[in-house]
């Protein structure tokens, strides 16, 4: 059963970059789409965005500008760059698998990290 | 985008109760919608998929149906385990959105 973890740091200045990484164990991360997914402090998901193992990514447009997913196949890890960042980009940050068939991505995530809390705050 | 609505937003039931929480799309999504079980302080967990699809090792309690633009999670008898909050995803276009969500309280 594959396993996400989430690690970063749990505090980032305000115009700063917050910088998280998502481990994948006891699996590969080839073959599959990967996203991050956050939730405001007792407020509901959103998606940020999600990359492909041979490197396609995809935004959310409300976050576009600002963010960066990228993956390193060799140490199994993918991670989101998210800058210029704000007091609203404090959130819990969900690292998730995508299912895939035949290179597209479908029927949303079905593996979850624990979540990391990151906070925005000077 | 399209909006995911859900409601109730919130509901109250006791053990045993047939709960039935209903996500309206803006537009058509075919049955790309995914169903989302989240406890305090937990990461989601999918319960059901292309709409209708039981999650390998979801109870049967749970079960979806719908497809366009209305669908429904139905909880066959509430169990304590089931207080938590639901989400719906689509993802049949950009961005994939969730609905606002559904607290599952006990009466």
């Known amino acids: 059963q594959v396993q996400l973890q989430e690690s970063g740091p749990g505090l980032v200045k305000p115009s700063e970059t917050l910088s998280l990484t998502c481990t994948v164990s006891?699996?590969?991360?080839?073959?599959?789409?990967w996203s991050w997914i956050r939730q405001p402090p007792g407020k509901g998901l959103e998606w940020i965005g999600y990359i492909y193992y041979s490197g396609n990514t995809k935004y959310n447009p409300s976050l576009k500008s600002r963010v960066t997913i990228s993956v390193d196949t060799s140490k199994n890890q993918f991670s989101l760059k998210l800058n210029s960042v704000t007091a609203a980009d404090t959130a819990v940050y969900y690292c998730a698998r995508v299912d895939y068939y035949d290179k597209i991505p479908v029927n949303g995530f079905d593996t979850w990290g624990q979540g990391t809390m990151v906070t925005v705050s000077s | 985008d399209i909006q995911m609505t859900q409601s109730p937003s919130s509901l109250s039931a006791s053990v045993g109760d047939r709960v039935t929480i209903t996500c309206r799309a803006s537009q058509g999504i075919r049955n790309d919608l995914g169903w989302y079980q989240q406890k305090s302080g937990k990461a989601p967990k999918r319960l059901i998929y292309?709409?209708?699809s039981l999650q390998s090792g979801v109870p049967s309690r749970f079960s979806g149906s719908g497809s366009g633009t209305e669908f429904t999670l139905t909880i066959s008898s509430l169990q304590p385990e089931d207080f938590a909050t639901y989400y719906c995803?689509?993802?049949?276009?950009?961005?994939?959105?969730f609905g606002q969500g559904t607290k599952v309280e006990i009466k």
């Open positions: 995803l689509q993802h049949n276009s950009y961005p994939w959105t």
């Open positions: 292309a709409a209708s």
């Open positions: 006891d699996g590969s991360i080839s073959s599959y789409f």
